[in-house]
């Protein structure tokens, strides 16, 4: 069977890598960089940061021209519009996407029309939506009217890792947080500062730029600091030496659209508490392979945001993040058979279940197969 030449504008983050380096066997990406390949995403996130502000500034939609060449049709990503007269598809973190995930700027009527009229086009041949918040996201803030049957739910996917779990006396908490107030890390130390009083056998491992003043504040034995930025690892490595040695993976996130740390932690067959943020629901089921807490006020389709202000917590909502933590944490640390049962939960979605390569290629090699 020929293969389905696909011209790839992707970036490097890692569900890119997990698509590039095992795609559908019907299936040749073209173009792709190593920065894809290696999913060198926080390597050069910088950079990112700064041409991201500089495309805000112009308040345009993202929108690129692909040089000809042997290929099929465009898969693009990060809400890059095609130019081309050619078949393309378009995978989408959130509907803001277009706008490098700036909220305010997807209120322009004028660009709103273009969006719209560029998805409707017989060229638009899907809209890939990395989860199904997104996809809801869409019909909230665009006309998806003349292009509703082209949104669909592609979810990310990993392949399995082979990881030797380490065997250790104390139950280990997992917190691996790229943006330490963003993600939690002030009610994560809190909450392990209340539970190790009570609880002589756990240890948190809390991978994080954490600030002095909270190491000075929880400095406590039972805590293993490391660093994030300064020492990004390989995801495989970092899986081997961080997800392997722990027990319950610990994300209470306020930013994220999915939040791919979760994957990680299902290839680690670990139980997860997360909070009810954006997609967060879709990838941790509560009381299935984890627990969910409720962030005070947040309502998904109140605004479709993927942000919840930490700035804005107070004294009572975050005593409520906290409490809701600590009582998750604690069933999980007096009962090793709900910790395993959660952890083959977990194990099962990405092995076989909505999260594995088998059922993306599928779904990908119908929607690729069906472009004319």
């Given at each position: 069977?020929?293969?389905?030449?696909?011209?790839?504008?992707?970036?490097?983050?890692?569900?890119?890598?997990?698509?590039?380096?095992?795609?559908?066997?019907?299936?040749?990406?073209?173009?792709?960089?190593?920065?894809?390949?290696?999913?060198?995403?926080?390597?050069?996130?910088?950079?990112?940061?700064?041409?991201?502000?500089?495309?805000?500034?112009?308040?345009?939609?993202?929108?690129?021209?692909?040089?000809?060449?042997?290929?099929?049709?465009?898969?693009?990503?990060?809400?890059?519009?095609?130019?081309?007269?050619?078949?393309?598809i378009i995978d989408m973190e959130h509907v803001h996407s277009f706008f490098g995930l700036n909220p305010n700027l997807i209120k322009s009527k004028f660009w709103k029309r273009f969006i719209e009229k560029k998805l409707a086009s017989n060229n638009c041949k899907a809209i890939l939506c990395h989860c199904d918040a997104t996809r809801q996201a869409f019909f909230h803030f665009l006309d998806c009217s003349k292009f509703k049957d082209k949104i669909k739910v592609l979810y990310p996917a990993s392949h399995i890792i082979p990881l030797k779990k380490d065997k250790h006396r104390k139950i280990r908490i997992l917190a691996v947080i790229s943006l330490f107030y963003h993600k939690g890390g002030p009610q994560i130390l809190e909450a392990f500062s209340r539970l190790e009083k009570k609880y002589k056998n756990i240890e948190l491992w809390i991978k994080a730029d954490t600030p002095k003043e909270f190491k000075k504040k929880y400095g406590s034995k039972n805590i293993r600091w490391f660093p994030y930025f300064s020492q990004v690892l390989p995801r495989e490595r970092l899986l081997q030496k961080f997800h392997a040695q722990c027990d319950i993976f610990l994300y209470p996130t306020f930013y994220d659209s999915f939040g791919y740390s979760l994957i990680d932690a299902m290839v680690a067959k670990m139980p997860i508490i997360s909070t009810n943020l954006f997609a967060i629901p879709e990838i941790v089921k509560n009381d299935e392979n984890g627990f969910i807490v409720k962030l005070p006020g947040y309502n998904l389709k109140e605004k479709f945001l993927q942000v919840y202000d930490y700035r804005k917590i107070g004294k009572k909502e975050n005593d409520n993040i906290i409490s809701q933590i600590i009582s998750s944490f604690e069933k999980l640390i007096k009962s090793k058979k709900l910790r395993d049962k959660m952890s083959n939960e977990s194990f099962m979605l990405v092995s076989g279940g909505k999260f594995s390569i088998k059922e993306r290629n599928n779904k990908l090699s119908e929607i690729y197969g069906g472009i004319k």
């Open positions: 069977m020929k293969k389905i030449k696909v011209k790839a504008i992707f970036g490097s983050w890692q569900g890119y890598q997990e698509m590039v380096n095992f795609p559908p066997k019907d299936v040749e990406y073209l173009g792709v960089g190593r920065g894809t390949k290696r999913a060198e995403y926080y390597q050069s996130k910088k950079i990112k940061e700064k041409i991201g502000a500089f495309l805000q500034k112009l308040k345009i939609p993202r929108m690129i021209f692909v040089g000809p060449g042997d290929y099929d049709l465009i898969h693009s990503s990060r809400g890059i519009i095609p130019l081309n007269n050619k078949p393309w």
